[in-house]
């Protein structure tokens, strides 16, 4: 799953730089010309097939072809109503946010939430969720530094922004090599080696960052500070929420975590300036916001769960980065999918 959640992020960077929603190129405005015009020449001329049918030829069931000529025709009028809808499903997912937190924050719910609970909490339980929430905050720094070294670096800039399949396979290579090293080396026995491989890991996550600065720093400033208001909001419903509440959501997370992978996967096949491009593009950019929000409660209460009942001295103890890998990856997936969306929007008003 979390090989997933980084296919997901590395599909993102590079339609920044490809805005869907903004103004056509004359060859696009030109092809939508052409076609409305050679449809209309096609509805008025003589059918020649059979004598048994009119002279005129009349409108056909759409056949395959016709479909995916559709589906691939440049159409900016569709694609913005795509984007709409896109934009008010998000809106829409913000305001239930909005009402779980004012239903849980001011404790109208009869079960008792996890903010309760921590008054009797042991303090190796308090321990671990502080440990962990101190590496996510570790980790972010880390990968805005790493993002801003690479970005001042001509040659791993123009290496990270290139579209090439070897980019690509490159940087999914060294995102879930680097997953998987960081998991695989336990924080007990060898605590040395896995700091560094924590560091590495978020060094290849500020490489994933890195195309977003060519946005601005205004604008990534007000992405982390919306990032920041979304994780805040969302981690203080799933603490204030019923301890299991959202624990309960893996299988239809699973399932939408799916669509968005395989929306991630097509986006990078189909030009953004065709209705099936359009589509894909906004069920991973606004679905995804969506769904990883989602995921944010599940992975939250997961990592206190996980806190309260991991013995202390178990052979498999509680490992704070571990634990943090999915609210990192959580945060970072909202981060790109808000600097996207204020980058999209400021191209759109011009």
């Known amino acids: 799953m979390l090989a997933a959640r980084l296919v997901c992020l590395r599909t993102l960077?590079?339609?920044?730089f490809h805005p869907t929603f903004t103004k056509a190129s004359p060859f696009v405005k030109n092809s939508i010309v052409k076609n409305s015009i050679t449809k209309n020449q096609w509805l008025l001329t003589p059918s020649r097939e059979y004598a048994t049918k009119t002279r005129i030829g009349i409108r056909r069931g759409k056949t395959g072809q016709e479909l995916k000529e559709a589906a691939l025709e440049p159409s900016m009028e569709k694609i913005f109503k795509i984007d709409q809808m896109g934009r008010w499903f998000v809106a829409g997912g913000a305001a239930v946010g909005l009402g779980a937190l004012c239903y849980y924050g001011l404790g109208m719910s009869n079960e008792i939430g996890a903010i309760e609970k921590a008054v009797i909490w042991p303090q190796y339980v308090k321990d671990r969720?502080?440990?962990t929430y101190m590496y996510l905050g570790g980790s972010i720094g880390l990968t805005a530094l790493s993002a801003l070294?690479?970005?001042?670096?001509?040659?791993?800039m123009n290496f990270m922004m290139r579209g090439s399949w070897v980019t690509i396979g490159a940087t999914f290579a060294a995102m879930i090599g680097a997953g998987m090293?960081?998991?695989?080396?336990?924080?007990?026995?060898?605590?040395?080696?896995?700091?560094?491989?924590?560091?590495?890991?978020s060094g290849v996550m500020g490489a994933v960052v890195a195309p977003l600065t060519i946005i601005g720093g205004p604008l990534l400033i007000r992405a982390?500070?919306?990032t920041?208001?979304?994780v805040g909001g969302l981690s203080t419903v799933a603490m204030c929420a019923p301890s299991?509440?959202?624990?309960?959501?893996?299988a239809p997370l699973g399932v939408g975590l799916g669509l968005v992978f395989v929306s991630s996967l097509g986006s990078m096949f189909l030009p953004p300036t065709t209705v099936a491009g359009a589509t894909l593009y906004s069920v991973a950019m606004y679905g995804g916001l969506v769904l990883f929000s989602m995921f944010l409660l599940y992975d939250t209460q997961k990592v206190i769960k996980r806190?309260?009942?991991a013995p202390m001295y178990g052979v498999q103890k509680y490992d704070p980065i571990n634990s943090m890998l999915s609210i990192y990856m959580d945060t970072l997936n909202i981060f790109m999918r808000v600097a996207t969306m204020l980058a999209t929007g400021g191209n759109r008003k011009k």
């Open 228 to 230: 920041a208001g979304i």
């Open 224 to 226: 982390a500070w919306y």
């Open 13 to 16: 960077p590079s339609r920044v």
């Open 129 to 131: 969720i502080h440990s």
């Open 307 to 309: 806190a309260e009942i």
């Open 149 to 156: 070294a690479i970005s001042r670096t001509p040659v791993l």
């Open 244 to 250: 299991e509440k959202f624990l309960n959501m893996g």
């Open 181 to 201: 090293l960081v998991q695989s080396i336990s924080y007990d026995r060898s605590p040395g080696p896995k700091h560094l491989a924590w560091l590495l890991h």
